[in-house]
């Protein structure tokens, strides 16, 4: 009996990465990373998304499933972009319809990145999970989706979840507190009042590695960055444990490396603000897909 396969595609603003993804095992193969740019500066990019989808399915007639993962907003049936910052070419391209038109008899599932990514970790993580969890990812912004009972909960008008545009200190929303950039600002602002001994560059070239490596040395420095960082990011956490009562938490995203150093601060805010039942039996844990996440959440629509 041969396996079933699903094709993921993971939509970036850098990259569109593509694989036929075994539904029982994750192991991803024909994988191929397109450069997102030069499809948007040929002005059709759904038409160079077809191609390739064309291509994959030449050499896998048996795929009849496609998930795709966007970074943005989706409108509430799932099959039209509606606010994708990162390649605003797709907002409100009828982009399941486009698709459907060309392979009609491949069924297409589309999502938000962030969800598919929270998805994948259901049916393809190292550890069998609850069937209900928060998952947020750290990188250039904070991403967030919540699963409840296997479903992915999109809300009212079908884009919950947006963690990182919730209010936050100093003014802020909470990504333009700890995102990537934001972060770099932060280590390189502290680094000009600290005193004492530090790896850290004082040139305001504080890079994410440089400051992950730092920490792991146990340089004091880095570490209160980092704690600086737990502190905000578990605020936001407390809003959404009271409002969604889940206590499962995965974190993931390109800044995840930092999770060993922002936890202490994250338990430490949860002690301060969380009622006793909804800090019982809370679990704060790093997400296991890695870079495979966006691709092997896409396929995971599938399911």
Not at 30 to 48: A, P, T
Not at 85 to 95: D, G, K, Q, R, S
Not at 146 to 164: D, H, L, S, Y
Not at 187 to 207: C, Q, V, W, Y
Request: aromatic share 8%.
């Amino acid at each position: 009996m041969a396996a079933i396969e699903y094709l993921g595609i993971d939509i970036g603003g850098t990259n569109v990465k593509m694989g036929i993804v075994n539904a029982e095992t994750g192991h991803i193969s024909n994988f191929y990373s397109h450069d997102s740019v030069s499809w948007r500066k040929s002005g059709h990019f759904e038409e160079r998304l077809g191609e390739a989808i064309a291509l994959q399915l030449i050499d896998h007639k048996h795929i009849n499933k496609v998930g795709i993962g966007l970074p943005g907003m989706i409108d509430s049936s799932r099959t039209t972009p509606v606010e994708i910052t990162a390649i605003p070419e797709l907002n409100n391209v009828p982009l399941v319809e486009v698709l459907k038109k060309r392979f009609p008899t491949v069924d297409f599932f589309l999502e938000n990145d962030a969800n598919a990514a929270a998805l994948g970790e259901f049916y393809f993580g190292e550890e069998r999970i609850d069937e209900s969890y928060i998952f947020i990812t750290l990188g250039t912004g904070v991403g967030g989706a919540a699963i409840i009972n296997k479903k992915v909960f999109t809300g009212g008008r079908g884009n919950a979840m947006e963690p990182g545009h919730t209010p936050s200190a100093n003014g802020k929303v909470l990504e333009r507190n700890i995102g990537k950039n934001e972060l770099l600002d932060l280590a390189n602002s502290m680094r000009k009042s600290f005193i004492g001994e530090t790896h850290l560059p004082d040139d305001e070239t504080i890079t994410t590695t440089g400051l992950v490596a730092a920490a792991g040395e146990g340089d004091v420095l880095a570490l209160q960055i980092f704690e600086r960082v737990g502190e905000l990011l578990g605020e936001s956490l407390c809003h959404l444990i009271a409002i969604l009562d889940i206590n499962l938490i995965l974190v993931g995203g390109g800044l995840s490396a930092s999770f060993d150093y922002i936890l202490p601060a994250i338990n430490k805010t949860f002690g301060q603000w969380l009622t006793k039942y909804h800090a019982e039996g809370l679990t704060v844990t790093r997400a296991t897909l890695g870079n495979d996440a966006g691709l092997l959440g896409a396929a995971s629509l599938c399911f």
